[in-house]
């Protein structure tokens, strides 16, 4: 008898560390149309599949009218069980709340993937499922994943797919139904002029920042016939227009100069030999930004 009652007391005790923490980590809010399973143990004659209404209430037969539209199903159980107390009609409930049914059967999946559009769904699941019913994430996808719960006063929540498996694995967020998952364009650096293979590079590679030096090594490297010392950096500006830098790509490369670190649009420039390269300006580079293919870092 006492073993039992030190199991119970501990047990007890446990619920009452974790119970915080699960509430924390539960992201999902009940919403009008929704319906729940509402249960209380050892009283089978108060289970019920109320649907919560407009108003965020629901009916439940025998105790009366409660408002759970906002809460999670774990907070609307304790809203249940405290209400059976404070109204004397049980002394000890233990009440469990569970969503049978979604008001919105689908999620939507938009931005950089393949097939964007609305996807049916009838249960939680995780941000790579989502993903993937979207056909996976194009060549240009940005790897920071934004969701956008269905209940727009809950703050957005970001979701990095990184590059290492494993990571992405381990981090990953449930996407419930009615939200909405939006996969941005990422930032793209150009290299043009006498490279190998003048492109964009998608700059997506999660952690380290792409540098001069690297963009160019990704553009597959200069050309024998290039002038690497006469280089030229062009930098989009906020207000739309550009900034045209020099840079002594020759001395970058012999570790004389430090290397750059790249922003978003920026565009490095390899002029070709001096009589090749006449005529080369900076709205003619960046023009030419449009029709170069897109390289991603590996």
Known sequence: MLMSRRLTCFSLLVAMVLCPYLFAQESLLIGPGDQLHVQVLDTPELEQH???TDSGEIPLAGVGTL??????????AQKIQDFLISSHFMNHPAVTVTI???ATQSISVLGQVKLPGVFPITAPRSI???????????DVADRHVTIQRRDRSIKPVT??????????MSDQVQVYPGDIVLVPHAAIAYVLGDVNRPSGIVMQNNHSQLTALEAVSLAGGTHSSAVPSHAKLIRRLPDGGYREISMNFSL???????DVVLQPDDVIYIPFSYLRNIGSNASG????????????IP
């Open 50 to 52: 109320p649907r919560v």
């Open 67 to 76: 408002k759970v539209a906002g809460l999670t199903p774990a907070a609307a």
């Open 100 to 102: 049978d049914q979604y």
């Open 128 to 138: 790579l499922d989502a993903i993937a019913l979207a056909g996976g994430l194009t």
């Open 159 to 168: 979701y990095d797919l990184s590059n290492d498996a494993d990571k992405a």
């Open 252 to 258: 970058i490369q012999k570790g004389k100069r430090p």
């Open 285 to 296: 580079i960046l023009a030419a930004t449009a029709s170069a293919s897109i390289y991603t």
